[in-house]
């Protein structure tokens, strides 16, 4: 009996002794998935990318070539393990001082991203929502690495698993540039003939996987030509339904320039990027006019409070009748 539970025992060390060898292997050389080798010795990117990873967005930091840098910053949390916790505090004592919460870990992934013949790269298509016109869209045009410019927020997709390279640097299958703004809201804020100047704010994009806050938006003046292909339009404006008729749907109306005014709210669309010029040709102008006043009856005046008329109440009186008799009044005796 004795020498079975001795057997069992060496049986157990002897397990354990393996599977710490092959802890120690495995931190020092690496495990191998799908075809590469990860570090768990020093897991650079491991901790921060979830597997499988072939897709990444950021920030493009530069371009050199056929090749572009991008970032993104990514913050793992800790968790608090349970040693940590304070424990329990016996009543009419004081407990220990709160053990801090760790410090988030945060770090900055950089990626040299390289562009070859068979890279797709595409963006997508802008819309002008035109009233009056119908246009045939265009067939998206062929874009190249010069359409990629530094600070924009692409998307980049690979046949490559991120975890497992042995440098930070891949191929692109695809990349998915931002679609260009091309439209503005703002003020008018003059007219000149056939240009206007429309004040507008705009509110610079944030980049995902970071907690910085935007920037506050900055107002610029457009400088807009109108020409004779500009679609100025909007809906009609619907008034009051009247009793015992039917709703109108609200109908697309045209416009002439002469319809446009200072201090007039309006929406212009572009075919260029209102990011980076201030002078272009609108393509349609969308004004905002205010709904129409609607009269409404007269108010009623509230009514008064009915008073309630006084409560009767019976009193009996007892009235003493004197006769006063005088004297020259009465007939003398003869």
């Given at each position: 009996?004795?020498?079975?539970?001795?057997?069992?025992?060496?049986?157990f060390?002897?397990?354990?002794f393996?599977?710490?060898?092959?802890g120690l292997?495995?931190?020092?050389k690496?495990?191998?998935?799908?075809?590469?080798?990860?570090?768990l010795?020093?897991?650079?990117?491991?901790?921060?990318?979830?597997?499988?990873i072939t897709?990444?967005?950021g920030k493009?930091?530069?371009?050199?070539?056929?090749?572009?840098?991008?970032?993104?910053?990514?913050?793992?949390?800790?968790a608090?393990?349970?040693?940590?916790?304070?424990?329990?505090?016996?009543?009419?004592?004081?407990?220990?001082?709160?053990?801090?919460?760790?410090?988030?870990?945060?770090?900055?992934l950089?990626?040299?991203?390289?562009?070859?013949?068979?890279t797709?790269i595409?963006?997508p298509?802008?819309?002008?929502?035109?009233?009056?016109?119908?246009?045939?869209?265009?067939?998206?045009?062929?874009?190249?690495?010069?359409?990629?410019k530094?600070?924009?927020?692409?998307?980049?997709?690979?046949?490559?698993?991120?975890?497992?390279?042995?440098?930070?640097?891949?191929?692109?299958?695809?990349?998915?540039?931002p679609?260009?703004?091309?439209?503005?809201?703002?003020?008018i804020?003059?007219?000149?003939?056939?240009?206007?100047?429309?004040?507008?704010?705009?509110?610079?994009?944030m980049?995902?996987?970071?907690?910085t806050s935007?920037?506050?938006?900055k107002?610029?003046?457009?400088t807009?030509?109108?020409?004779?292909d500009?679609e100025?339009?909007?809906?009609?404006q619907?008034g009051?339904?009247?009793e015992?008729?039917?709703?109108?749907?609200?109908?697309p109306?045209?416009?002439a320039?002469s319809?446009?005014?200072?201090?007039?709210?309006?929406t212009?669309?572009?075919?260029?990027?209102?990011?980076?010029?201030?002078k272009f040709?609108?393509?349609?102008?969308?004004?905002?006019?205010?709904?129409?006043?609607?009269?409404?009856?007269?108010?009623?005046?509230?009514?008064?409070?009915?008073?309630?008329?006084?409560?009767?109440?019976?009193?009996?009186?007892?009235?003493t009748?004197?006769?006063?008799?005088?004297?020259?009044?009465?007939?003398?005796?003869?």
């Amino acid at each position: 009996m004795e020498k079975n539970k001795f057997l069992l025992l060496l049986a157990f060390i002897a397990v354990a002794f393996i599977f710490l060898l092959a802890g120690l292997s495995l931190g020092q050389k690496g495990i191998n998935i799908a075809g590469g080798k990860i570090d768990l010795s020093s897991p650079s990117n491991l901790l921060f990318l979830t597997s499988p990873i072939t897709s990444f967005s950021g920030k493009v930091d530069k371009i050199s070539g056929n090749s572009v840098w991008i970032s993104q910053s990514f913050t793992l949390s800790q968790a608090m393990p349970g040693a940590m916790m304070p424990p329990a505090v016996e009543a009419g004592k004081a407990g220990p001082s709160p053990t801090a919460l760790p410090t988030p870990i945060t770090k900055v992934l950089t990626f040299k991203v390289n562009i070859d013949q068979n890279t797709q790269i595409s963006r997508p298509q802008n819309y002008i929502n035109y009233l009056l016109i119908t246009v045939t869209p265009a067939p998206p045009p062929k874009l190249t690495v010069k359409d990629i410019k530094a600070g924009q927020m692409i998307s980049i997709n690979t046949n490559s698993d991120l975890r497992t390279l042995k440098s930070n640097e891949f191929t692109a299958t695809s990349i998915q540039l931002p679609q260009v703004p091309n439209t503005i809201n703002g003020k008018i804020s003059a007219i000149s003939g056939n240009t206007l100047k429309v004040k507008s704010s705009s509110q610079p994009a944030m980049m995902p996987g970071t907690n910085t806050s935007p920037e506050p938006p900055k107002e610029i003046e457009y400088t807009v030509t109108v020409t004779n292909d500009t679609e100025i339009s909007r809906y009609s404006q619907v008034g009051p339904a009247k009793e015992n008729t039917t709703f109108t749907p609200p109908e697309p109306e045209e416009l002439a320039l002469s319809d446009l005014k200072v201090d007039m709210q309006v929406t212009v669309y572009t075919d260029v990027d209102v990011t980076s010029a201030q002078k272009f040709t609108a393509l349609r102008i969308e004004p905002f006019l205010p709904p129409p006043i609607v009269s409404l009856p007269p108010i009623a005046p509230p009514l008064s409070p009915v008073t309630p008329p006084p409560a009767t109440t019976n009193v009996t009186t007892n009235v003493t009748t004197t006769n006063t008799t005088t004297n020259s009044a009465l007939p003398k005796n003869p």
